[in-house]
């Protein structure tokens, strides 16, 4: 699992940038109901989403949440009084605080199924009746774009897709929010190379190979020996589904 205190300072770079951020925070915003409010962006990271939520509707007041220390600093910086250092499991925030929530990026991180339950309870709880929890789902599936990487890679250990689409939503019903559309957007600038993923791989990026042993290592090789070492293949395309509570 990446270290993200010592992944801030790099983030946006090695993921998109503000391109990926802008494609991002539209497709949140399309999925939000007129009127909306108070936002609240769960997991914002180092808020360059965040910010451009924040900007791409008059009236919407938007606060930011993240756990590791490094993100929240950066997004306090880019949203000033308007970011706090939480865990998404215990959001700090009475109930019905918030017309809307957003977590993009967020439940495929979680290290067990009971961590996203919890996740999806607590970001239900703090949302009013009428209001919309938005989130990305299949995440990993997304980075499958069919390339001569994802051919490499495919033998490689799996973990369980904790953000898989049909338990997200099983969790959602749980807890009282019911399906209220989804869309798609491109993930930009951040399609891989085959040089670029060597890199990530070596710093953890894949959690079932540990950098540094001998089967990171045999995947490193093999991806070595593929061409255009430097051309990145297409964009991964993300998914973001939307659920209401009832009034």
């Not at 308007?82 to 109930?95: E, M, T």
């Not at 994802?150 to 019911?178: C, F, K, M, N, Q």
Request: aromatic content about 6%; charged content about 30%.
């Amino acid at each position: 699992m990446l270290d993200y205190d010592k992944e801030a300072e790099r983030y946006d770079a090695s993921r998109g940038g503000e391109p990926r951020a802008e494609a991002a925070a539209e497709a949140v915003l399309a999925l939000l109901p007129d009127g909306t409010r108070r936002l609240l962006d769960v997991a914002c990271g180092t808020g360059i989403v965040t910010r451009r939520l924040a900007a791409g509707r008059a009236g919407l007041c938007v606060t930011g949440v993240d756990l590791a220390p490094a993100m929240a600093r950066q997004a306090a910086a880019r949203l000033p009084g308007a970011v706090v250092r939480a865990d998404s499991r215990r959001l700090p925030f009475r109930d019905g605080r918030f017309d809307a929530v957003s977590s993009v990026w967020l439940l495929h991180l979680a290290r067990t199924d009971d961590d996203v339950r919890t996740t999806v309870a607590e970001c239900a709880r703090v949302l009013r009746p009428g209001g919309v929890y938005v989130t990305t789902v299949d995440k990993a599936a997304a980075h499958n774009v069919g390339s001569d990487i994802d051919a490499v890679l495919a033998s490689r250990p799996r973990r369980p897709a904790r953000d898989e689409a049909a338990l997200v939503e099983s969790y959602a019903l749980d807890h009282g929010l019911v399906p209220a559309g989804s869309t798609r957007f491109t993930g930009r600038g951040q399609g891989r190379s085959p040089r670029r993923t060597i890199a990530d791989l070596r710093r953890g990026w894949f959690v079932t190979l540990p950098p540094g042993g001998a089967l990171a290592d045999a995947f490193a090789a093999r991806l070595a020996e593929l061409p255009d070492q430097d051309v990145p293949r297409p964009d991964p395309v993300f998914t973001l589904r939307a659920f209401r509570k009832p009034e």
